[in-house]
């Protein structure tokens, strides 16, 4: 039998072997902080909902165990990289703040967060994803200003919708930055101060959405240049002046949503929904109307004009949807909407006087309309008894009438 001599014993070996199995297991622990998904992706993430409260439990799949987020619940990971694209969360009812850990998602394309109740102020921390193409915190609670900070590096940015929440201060000018813009949505917020001119650098914009609220001063000229801008809403505002004539140079606009009535709507050859209602403006409409011919619904209640529809309107054959009520209206109903093939009309509350008829022998409309509000007016007579023949009429009101 052979014997070996026992080395002396120091305390330096106690200690080494103790760290032995810390140096066996560092080498798993650095192929696990090489891989991006576990390193960037999951840990964003985990450390994304450890700052959120989740009363319905919708993020129970997020698991911190996981190599890869791409099986959990609003996310969705591109094919060929593995890498987190998309992050859907709307309508989970969560709470909490916009955090850091959201810019170790490097591949995120797709931020979607509305209708949740995220509070706190926006983190600029999101230009730091060069990728992100739709950011969408629509219907939170989100307050403060709109950082400047933002909009600085923001050349995918396709999308993005603040709508809903309360959100103060001004319009970054840095949003002139966004070149590949195509829809902005800052609408029933409390933003304030003047549009900032850059707005109209925005070339790719097709929707512009700025209602409600409490944005001033005059709007500023340029906004030809938005040639592929389709529907525009900037009401319940406080401006002053007219919107510029050459709006109507934007030929693919099709929803117009102002606040006013000029003579130079008519240009607007392409225009399909026009709603200027819920406003305080008074005077007659233009009779330029007559030449939106592709127009399909009109809603022009709740403001005070005065007179007559002009009889141009009977011009515009492919409107389904009118809507004048609450204004002051005046005189005869207007003969020309029941040759019309509409589906819903309302002139309602205003001061309409005479009797109820329909003159022509071949109304359109015996075939299409399907709701008739003339309601609280001053029209006098009995119903003639050809409201039978609308044959698709499913709902009348005549309440309120002499």
């Known amino acids: 039998m052979l014997c070996f001599p026992v080395p002396d014993f120091h305390p330096q070996m106690l200690v080494l072997v103790k760290l032995l199995p810390v140096f066996l297991f560092f080498p798993l622990l650095l192929v696990q902080s090489l891989d991006p998904a576990f390193n960037d992706d999951v840990l964003g993430l985990i450390v994304f909902k450890a700052g959120l409260t989740d009363p319905l439990s919708r993020l129970t799949s997020w698991n911190e165990e996981d190599d890869s987020a791409c099986n959990w619940v609003g996310v969705r990971c591109d094919q060929d990289t593995n890498r987190v694209s998309e992050l859907i969360l709307d309508g989970f009812s969560l709470s909490g703040h916009l955090g850091r850990s959201l810019i170790r998602l490097q591949f995120l394309r797709v931020l979607q967060l509305s209708r949740n109740n995220f509070s706190g102020s926006l983190n600029p921390i999101l ?76 070339s790719s914009l097709r929707l512009l959405d700025l209602s409600d609220n409490l944005l001033e001063g005059e709007i500023p000229g340029g906004i030809e240049s938005l040639y592929n801008l389709r529907a525009i809403n900037l009401r319940r505002n406080n401006f002053v002046g007219w919107l510029p004539e050459n709006i109507g140079n934007c030929l693919l606009l099709k929803t117009v949503d102002l606040g006013e009535f000029p003579d130079w709507i ?137």
């Open 266 to 402: 008519g240009e607007m050859r392409s225009l399909e929904f026009l709603d200027l209602s819920g406003n305080n403006f008074s005077g007659r409409v233009a009779s330029t109307v007559g030449n939106l011919q592709s127009l399909k619904e009109v809603n022009l209640s709740s403001n005070r004009f005065v007179g007559s529809l002009p009889e141009s309107f009977g011009n515009c054959v492919k409107i389904k949807v009118l809507d004048v009520g609450q204004n002051l209206f005046s005189g005869n109903l207007p003969s020309w909407v029941f040759k019309l093939a509409l589906e819903s009309v309302s002139l309602s509350a205003n001061r309409y006087s005479g009797r109820i008829s329909f003159p022509a022998p071949l109304l359109q409309s015996y075939q299409s309309l399907e709701v008739l509000d003339l309601s609280s007016n001053a029209l006098t007579g009995e119903v003639p008894s050809e409201i039978g023949n609308f044959s698709r009429l499913q709902a009348l009101n005549i309440s309120g009438i002499l």
């Open 127 to 202: 230009a730091q994803i060069p990728t992100l193409q739709v950011i969408d915190f629509t219907e939170n609670s989100l307050s403060g200003f709109i950082p400047e900070e933002l909009f600085q590096q923001c050349g995918s940015l396709n999308s993005i919708s603040l709508a809903k929440n309360n959100l103060t201060g001004s319009i970054p000018p840095s949003l002139s930055s966004c070149s590949n813009l195509e829809r902005l949505n800052f609408s029933s917020n409390r933003l304030s101060g003047q549009l900032p001119s850059g707005l109209w650098s925005l």
